[in-house]
């Protein structure tokens, strides 16, 4: 999609309803020009001033426009008009990990570890930038027309320039720093990492409780995937298994699809 000075509702072909959030709805498009096939979110004034977001969201829209990776959904521009504001947002075309997770009950090894790769990689990206994402978790992961992930909501960037306070996400990713409220930092994320690559495997995070019959339904599980999960999930967050480092762990490494 070329880039543009200033964008117009009228440049776009709106299509089917795709999702739903506290600030609007998100409608497939189609930019007229190009053909170019969008996720256009409606965000509107009265909701952002309902809920004092408008700095939040322009603070959000400044962090998005710095980064481009792969694994990253693209904020590609966005414009306004008198009662909304619309982000025009790459489209993920098969939808949520989530739902894809739930049907396949766990995910092989090599498409776990293809997926932890590409969040390493995409998060090692985010914190070069100084952006903690602190909200990674399966509903906020969506998968492009090749199956790619993409981490897709921002509701909760910050630039990481202090140590941040505030409570976010379901507590099933949270780490620890973060459920105590203690200061907390990048790390937050590898924790969470921890968790999704559980998940991944397993089917469920790995302190939800167990099933009715208190044995986990628990899939054949490499030593070399119980090694990083166990070098993740460290509570004191300065013992967290770096970016760097799980990209370089022999389970990623021996099962991680390179194509992402
Ligand atoms: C970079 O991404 C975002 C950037 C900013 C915001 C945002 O709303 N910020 C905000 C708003 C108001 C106040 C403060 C801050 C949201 C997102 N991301 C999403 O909303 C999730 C994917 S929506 C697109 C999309 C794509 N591909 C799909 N495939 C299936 C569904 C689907 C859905």
């Known amino acids: 999609m070329a880039a543009k000075e200033e964008w117009s509702i009228s440049d776009f072909e709106i299509g089917k309803f ?22 256009l979110k409606v965000i509107f004034k009265a909701k ?5 977001s408008h700095a939040h969201l322009r603070r959000e829209i400044e962090i998005q426009h710095g980064l481009n990776h792969p694994n990253v959904l693209r904020l590609f521009a966005w414009f ?3 009662t909304r504001v619309f982000l025009v947002l790459e489209y993920a075309a098969r939808g949520e990990l989530y739902k894809l997770l739930k049907s396949l009950h766990h995910f092989s090894e090599k498409r776990a570890a293809t997926y932890v790769s590409s969040l390493a990689g995409a998060l090692a990206y985010c914190h070069e930038k100084h952006v903690i994402h602190r909200d990674i978790k399966p509903e ?14 921002f509701g909760w960037a910050v630039q990481s320039n202090a140590k941040r306070h505030t409570m976010c996400g379901t507590i099933d990713y949270l780490a620890p720093e973060m ?3 203690k200061e907390h930092d990048h790390a937050v994320d590898n924790w969470t990492l921890g968790i999704l690559c559980y998940e991944f495997l397993y089917g469920v995070p790995p302190f939800e409780a167990e099933d009715e019959y208190g044995t986990f339904r628990s899939p054949a599980v490499s030593v070399e995937a119980k090694d990083l999960i166990c070098k993740l999930l460290v509570k004191d967050s300065s013992k967290r298994l770096s970016l760097q480092k799980i990209l370089k762990h ?4 021996t099962h991680a699809d390179p194509s992402g």
């Open 18 to 39: 795709i999702g739903e959030g506290k600030f609007g709805k998100v409608y497939l498009a189609r930019e007229k020009q190009s053909g170019y096939v969008v996720a």
């Open 48 to 52: 952002l001033e309902k809920y004092r």
């Open 80 to 82: 306004h008009d008198e």
């Open 140 to 153: 906020n992961l969506l998968l492009d027309i090749e199956g790619r992930l993409k981490i897709a909501d």
């Open 179 to 181: 459920v105590e409220k």
């Open 250 to 253: 022999p389970w990623i490494v």
